[in-house]
């Protein structure tokens, strides 16, 4: 059982797509980058045996802000330990990836980001892949932890309105969108995020990752721990409101997680930005 601890504030994002090449690693570094631009010293998880993400770490420059690696692709690493100074874990999975492997990030993760190329083939990877989240995995979407991240993104193709509507089928928050642009690969290069390279050139690609962090950063508001907390507190309240005499201990945790997650979208949580391409 894979477990990831650290303080109590810690936040676990995980990002993960079981396809290849749909812009996992991209996604994750340069996320650390943009929280470790900010200030913060993010931990970066490789659970990859290629070793992308740790080998972008090896390349990065001992003067850039520090990001913490862990390799989570040994063998020993089913237990992992956040530095005390991190609040935020990013986990960067491989494609080829057990299911009950899977469906074990999918139940530590306060965040789950998913990107997708808007092409056929990896519109309809996605949806089986989501099926199988929401289904086997038994992701409940009310609490609002999944999100799609469109990747190599071109405006006004037949494919990314495709993908849109995919997702609003599904109600799951597209929360931003990364450009098909070739700083992504430069600044990986160099072990960099694109927040990294001088503002003039990456202009048009940061509002991608912004929107994402922006999602991110009211996430955090509310732990997954937190949000359970609150449920419970809310159903005891709605069985002591009857006396503790009839009612349904089910009903009264549906019913309390019903107001709790209203409450969070009224003053936490945001909805999908607009995304303009």
């Known amino acids: 059982m894979i477990s990831i601890t650290g303080r109590d504030d810690l936040h676990t994002v995980v990002v993960l797509n079981p396809k290849g090449g749909c812009g996992k690693t991209t996604l994750a570094t340069n996320l650390a980058a943009l929280y470790a631009a900010r200030g913060e010293r993010p931990t970066l998880i490789d659970c990859d045996p290629q070793g992308f993400s740790a080998g972008w770490l090896e390349k990065r420059s001992q003067n850039r802000p520090k990001i913490r690696g862990l390799r989570g692709f040994e063998a020993s690493a089913s237990r992992l330990e956040v530095p005390s100074e991190s609040s935020l874990a990013i986990v960067d999975l491989p494609a080829a990836i057990r299911y009950e492997r899977l469906h074990e990030y999918t139940y530590i993760a306060d965040s789950l980001l998913v990107p997708i190329q808007p092409s056929d083939i990896d519109v309809y990877s996605a949806t089986r892949f989501i099926a199988e989240l929401l289904l086997d995995a038994q992701l409940d979407r009310s609490e609002r932890r999944l999100a799609i991240v469109a990747n190599r993104v071109r405006s006004n193709t037949k494919s990314y309105r495709m993908l849109a509507r995919f997702l609003g089928s599904l109600k799951i928050p597209m929360i931003g969108a990364l450009r098909d642009s070739q700083n992504y690969v430069y ?52 069985a002591e409101s009857r006396g503790f005499e009839g009612g349904d201990p089910v009903g009264d945790w549906l019913e309390a997680e019903r107001v709790v997650d209203a409450e969070l979208d009224t003053s936490q949580l945001v909805t999908s930005p607009e995304i303009r391409l």
Request: proline share 6%; net charge positive; with cysteine.
């Open 187 to 238: 600044a990986a290069s160099l072990g960099m995020g694109i927040c990294e390279l001088p503002p003039s050139r990456v202009k048009d690609d940061l509002p991608g990752m912004s929107a994402i962090v922006r999602w991110l950063d009211k996430r955090r508001t509310v732990t997954k721990r937190q949000r359970r907390a609150m449920i419970a507190r809310t159903a005891y309240r709605l």
